[in-house]
């Protein structure tokens, strides 16, 4: 297969889920991944207190204007855990991402 996928969602610095687990899954069934995390947390959600939460929605624009300047495109997309801003990032941008055939 060896599509381009890309992979956007949070990346849970402890606990088996999010981007660290997508990741290779999603490489082990033949996909080339590359990522756009869209937060990172210090550990998921479940089980361990009050975690850190960095918000990286200001970044996200700025690195697929990159990508466009530098003609990176995908195949594939898989979403992830968003969060609000990132769902609405998607939802207006989600088009730049459609093939043109």
Same mark, same amino acid.
């Given at each position: 297969?060896?599509?381009?996928?890309?992979?956007?969602?949070?990346?849970?610095?402890?606990?088996?889920?999010?981007?660290?687990?997508?990741?290779?899954?999603?490489?082990?069934?033949?996909?080339?991944?590359?990522?756009?995390?869209?937060?990172?947390?210090?550990?998921?959600?479940?089980?361990?207190?009050?975690?850190?939460? +960095?918000? #990286?929605?200001?970044?996200?624009?700025?690195? %697929?204007?990159? $990508?466009? *300047?530098?003609?990176?495109? @995908?195949?594939? +997309?898989? #979403?992830?855990?968003?969060?609000?801003?990132? %769902?609405?990032? $998607?939802? *207006?941008?989600?088009?730049? @991402?459609?093939?043109?055939?």
């Amino acid at each position: 297969m060896n599509e381009k996928l890309l992979i956007s969602q949070d990346l849970s610095c402890v606990g088996q889920v999010s981007l660290s687990v997508a990741l290779p899954i999603l490489g082990a069934c033949g996909y080339q991944p590359d990522v756009l995390p869209t937060t990172i947390l210090s550990t998921h959600t479940g089980g361990f207190g009050n975690n850190t939460f +960095l918000n #990286l929605n200001r970044e996200i624009e700025k690195i %697929i204007t990159h $990508w466009q *300047e530098e003609n990176i495109t @995908f195949e594939n +997309l898989y #979403l992830g855990y968003l969060g609000k801003e990132a %769902i609405d990032f $998607w939802v *207006e941008h989600i088009s730049k @991402f459609k093939k043109v055939s």
